[in-house]
């Protein structure tokens, strides 16, 4: 596999599931992992180490505390470290995930709706379902978050700036980590170059991610900030130690650099909403999950617009309702079984053609309609005859 995804997608980095390496470990191990709590813990805890020399002296601590320097796994183990351990790859982005959690938890998803040895026709119409259904969680989760108001913990300027940036998921995240920054107190070793150190002064003896010193530097002409743990570059979220500058800097916003977009409410902005384009790359259109979506991207478009000034509040209140009458009044209902030929057309039986005569005149302006016959008007224009 390694030498196919280096031919196949030379760009990428291949790394291994950090939870089917502690299996193996667990399997290869026998006593010394199952019955040794405390090796179990040192071992488990290498996996949060984030710099490289710390890990290599940690490592060969272990192997030789606990007399294993003859164990095969665990000598194969290090020769792959690259593979698997965090010091190594701290600097790709990877939504903070290290196992293969993602596929895990969709395939787990997809048999909540589909039984092992479902008909093909069934498999088809429960995985629409289940895309329906994600859809709907997303929505009303978006609209939670717009009109939740987010608990403040700490208090300072800064938490309530990303309490209106990021999502609720992201900032339940975001908070943590600005909770433990109280941890840390912060040296501005040279401010004018942007050089600054996260010292941490909890209980003696207690380490961060394997030390008490990170390091946090500015980097210039940049609303950019770096620390050694990495975590920005891993994960997309600032740490606990880039937290403690912002906040010893008495800091109101998070700085543009560190926001990644997909963590925020405005991660959907952007979205093509030509119809043509998005259907394109979402999928048929005909496809009720590419239709909800597109019509949702439109949505939220109209909304941002509409909310500018009052007058195009209320012209859009106007359109909508008249756009609501019109689609029910469209409403065509079919037989309950019709067979599909495939003629020459190539009609599916949920389409029903209409005559040419009743589409409306382009030159017609709709903004005439008076709001007290807008239903009976709005159907006659828009609508095509109601089938049976």
């Excluded at 502690?22 to 019955?35: C, D, F, I, R």
Aim: net charge negative.
């Amino acid at each position: 596999m390694r030498v196919a995804l280096e031919k196949e997608f030379p760009d990428s980095r291949h790394r291994w599931c950090k939870w089917h390496v502690l299996k193996k470990a667990k399997e290869s191990l026998g006593p010394v992992y199952s019955k040794d709590n405390t090796f179990k813990s040192h071992l488990h805890h290498l996996d949060k180490i984030v710099g490289v020399d710390e890990f290599e002296t940690r490592w060969f601590e272990l192997i030789k505390t606990y007399g294993l320097e003859d164990n095969l796994f665990l000598q194969r183990v290090y020769d792959n470290r690259e593979m698997w351990a965090k010091p190594y790859f701290t600097e790709t982005f990877c939504a903070g995930m290290t196992s293969t959690q993602r596929s895990e938890s969709a395939n787990h998803l997809l048999k909540m709706y589909i039984a092992c040895g479902s008909p093909m026709h069934h498999f088809v119409s429960q995985y629409n379902k289940l895309i329906a259904d994600r859809i709907a969680d997303e929505a009303r989760e978006s609209h939670a978050a717009e009109q939740t108001l987010r608990h403040l913990t700490v208090g300072v300027p800064l938490e309530r700036h990303a309490a209106k940036v990021y999502t609720r998921a992201m900032y339940a995240r975001f908070d943590k980590e600005l909770y433990r920054s109280g941890s840390f107190t912060c040296h501005r070793d040279d401010e004018e170059r942007g050089l600054f150190s996260a010292v941490l002064v909890s209980r003696p003896g207690y380490t961060d991610l394997g030390t008490t010193v990170f390091s946090v530097t500015r980097l210039p002409g940049a609303d950019m900030y770096r620390c050694d743990c990495k975590q920005f570059e891993h994960s997309g979220m600032p740490c606990r130690h880039i937290i403690c500058v912002l906040v010893s800097l008495a800091a109101t916003h998070l700085p543009e650099g560190l926001i990644l977009k997909r963590w925020t409410r405005a991660a959907r902005e952007g979205l093509p909403v030509d119809s043509q384009s998005y259907v394109q790359a979402n999928g048929d259109a005909t496809d009720k999950a590419a239709m909800h979506c597109f019509i949702y991207a439109s949505a939220m478009e109209l909304v941002s617009i509409a909310t500018s000034s009052r007058p195009a509040f209320e012209l859009a209140v106007d359109y909508v309702n008249r756009a609501k009458l019109a689609v029910s009044a469209m409403t065509v209902v079919l037989p309950a079984k019709t067979p599909y030929v495939g003629d020459v057309t190539r009609q599916p039986p949920s389409v029903v053609p209409i005559e040419e005569e009743e589409v409306p005149d382009a030159d017609f302006d709709y903004g005439e309609l008076p709001l007290e016959e807008e239903a009976q008007d709005a159907a006659a224009v828009f609508a095509p005859p109601r089938v049976r």
